[in-house]
């Protein structure tokens, strides 16, 4: 199985279906797969060994990835928003690539090589002589690099081969399910796994893609409007400032059936807030990792419902990212590799075909096939899995285990508290001390002995913080991830 | 014919497509209305089923015999109905998620 067949198959059965809209163009299914031959077929030409793709989401997008599925070669989606320093050494990483790039110029780039990213949908973009597309592209093959910048240190170049992918996509999406008026809306970044496989799902699916350049509230809620929305995906950080833009108001967005999130931790107060404002849509929670080609667990919107409406056994898995998918299997694990029992929390392990879990440099997945996410969580008795974060990121205070986020959560809960982080930091007698830094929302205020009681009376003592700092704001990745690193920086600087 | 994951099988009588998703374990010959398929760059003469019974096969969906560990995805459908040695190839059931992406 290869990419470009995804593709292929929607191209030959739906052909004149509207397949990706950007701004005033449109492309349809066969549109969009005639022009990514085009283009594979000069990427071949023009002797390139990958495809990298530097800028933000655009019809010339999914014409990238699917060239470079056609051509057999590797698609490279880099972080446009990087500063020089940190692009230049990607970009010559790749040398011998094409540069699908927003602007001619791209640091550390060879400038024939460059092309500038409208051109790709130009017809007279294609190779002179007749270039035949490789008629077979191994499953093996990679089909994908992803930098996973992660949230402690420097980037890793994260493989994702085409049986992966493809096994993700025909494990959990009908072939061309999707109604002919069935349109997503897309404001994930393209060099996130998120907005590879929400192309690869939707153009499957047969779905229209909407994608916006940039993200913007009021925008995003126009264009829910305008465009008919039936699918929408955003990451905590987008909820958090529509449900603040909407500032009590209903969405008023009658055609949106599912609006899921993922790629961070979803504050409650936000998720609450949104199920009330966003009436009769379906939220969805996906969890899931670069190295596991996307989603492995889903929240569905009957568990949303139910806890929104009351039940408590559902409020409680509202903090969970819900059931793994089918052919997804989880494991818990202790420090020494014991499997561990429901609701005991430890290390979760994956495994299942759509799991790579392979850089640039080698695999980390055990003789077993068994992937080790790095994440610390647990399974309830009916299989609802929790994720209390970065095993990194937990706090040891006196040998007792602490997970950041239940802090946090906890502190988020106050009034006059918009964002909170909580790390921890060298202490001689507890070996580590818990230290939290929160962000005041605008026109309130709060002072710490205030915010030390509220911790004591909804948390244990031994978790309730030693010290509270304030910032103007707190640094996150652009889905959303707290940087932790940088805010224990800060603290300790 | 060598049946390798990727590997991309076609009717040689009818409009069906085949993309191999699971190679089998053990050898089987793989029928679309009865006749072998064969690799779809090779020559296929069409002309259609003589015999034309059973369902057919559908695009996008997959089949998979238990027996041989073979599983395909249609990527072209067609009249033709598939069978691994003579069994017929079961669609395998895919059960439906709420949209995460």
């Known amino acids: 199985m290869n ?36 283009c594979a077929a000069k990427f071949l030409s023009m002797g390139a060994t990958g495809v990298v793709y530097c800028g933000t989401n655009d019809a010339s997008f999914p014409v990238a990835v699917f060239g470079a599925a056609y051509a057999g070669l590797p698609f490279i989606p880099l972080n446009y928003r990087l500063g020089e320093e940190q692009l230049q050494p990607l970009v010559e990483a790749n040398r011998g690539a094409v540069i699908i790039a927003e602007t001619a110029k791209v640091p550390g780039a060879d400038p024939e090589m460059v092309v500038l990213r409208s051109t790709l949908l130009d017809a007279s973009f294609a190779s002179g002589a007749d270039v035949e597309l490789p008629p077979f592209v191994d499953p093996e093959d ?106 009590g108001s209903p969405a008023d967005a009658p055609n949106l059936a599912t609006l899921s999130y993922g790629g961070a931790r979803m504050p409650l107060p936000v998720l609450e807030q949104a199920l009330e404002l966003f009436v009769g849509t379906g939220f969805v929670n996906a969890y ?48 020494d590799g014991n499997v561990l029992a429901v609701g005991e929390p430890g290390l979760v392990f994956l495994r299942g075909e759509q799991v790579s879990g392979e ?91 205030e915010l030390y009681d509220f911790c004591q009376q909804h948390l244990r003592s031994s978790k309730t913080p030693y010290r509270i700092e304030f910032r103007d704001e707190l640094p996150h990745t652009p889905t959303g991830k707290l940087l932790r690193r940088e805010v224990l920086a800060d603290l300790l600087g | 014919m060598d049946i390798k994951a990727g590997s991309r099988l076609a009717c040689p009588e009818c409009s069906v497509e085949l993309v191999v998703v699971r190679p089998p374990s053990s050898a089987v010959v793989l029928t679309c209305g009865g006749v072998e398929v064969v690799d779809a760059a090779a020559d296929r003469p069409g002309g259609g089923h003589a015999d034309a019974s059973g369902d057919g096969t559908l695009v996008g969906k997959r089949y998979a015999d238990e027996d041989s560990g073979i599983e395909v995805l249609c990527a072209k459908p067609g009249p033709g109905t598939l069978a691994a040695d003579g069994r017929e190839v079961p669609i395998k059931g895919a059960k439906p998620l709420p949209s995460s992406d």
């Not at chain 1, 229209?208 to 929305?229: C, G, H, K, M, P």
């Open chain 1, 142 to 247: 990679v089909a994908i690099v992803l930098y996973t910048s992660g949230t402690s240190g420097t980037p890793k170049a994260a493989l994702l081969r085409h049986r992966h992918l493809t096994a993700y996509v025909i494990g959990t999406v009908e072939f061309a399910g999707a109604e002919p008026e069935q349109a997503a809306l897309v404001t994930v970044p393209p060099y996130h796994i998120a907005g590879l496989a929400n192309l690869l799902s939707n153009m499957y699916s047969g779905r229209r893609i909407v994608y916006l350049e940039s993200f913007d509230a009021q925008v995003w809620l126009d264009t829910l409007r305008n465009e008919r929305i039936t699918q929408a995906m955003v990451v905590p950080t987008m909820l958090a400032r529509v449900v603040q833009h909407l500032d």
């Open chain 1, 3 to 38: 990419l470009s067949l995804l593709l292929e198959m929607s191209a030959s059965t739906l052909e004149d279906r509207p397949a990706v809209t950007s701004g005033s163009r449109t492309l349809s299914y066969a549109q969009l797969d005639a022009a990514a031959r085009r």
């Open chain 1, 359 to 449: 850089y640039d440099g080698g695999s980390v997945i055990d003789a077993e096939g068994w992937f080790p996410t790095k994440d610390r969580g647990w399974i309830d008795e009916d299989d609802y899995l929790f994720i209390e974060g970065r095993a990194d990121d937990t706090i040891i205070r006196g040998g007792e285990n602490i997970a950041p986020a239940e802090i946090e959560d906890v502190l988020r809960r106050h009034d006059a508290i918009v964002d909170a982080a909580v790390v921890g930091i060298p202490d001689d007698e507890w070996g580590q001390q818990i230290a939290a830094v929160v962000v005041i929302a605008p026109g309130k205020s709060v002072g710490v002995d």
């Open chain 1, 288 to 335: 899931g990792l670069t190295e596991t080609s996307s989603t492995i667990a889903l929240l569905g919107p009957e568990d949303h419902d139910a806890a929104f409406a009351g039940d408590p056994v559902a409020k409680v898995r509202l903090g969970s990212v819900g059931k793994v998918l089918p052919g997804i299997e989880v494991e818990v694990r202790d420090e």
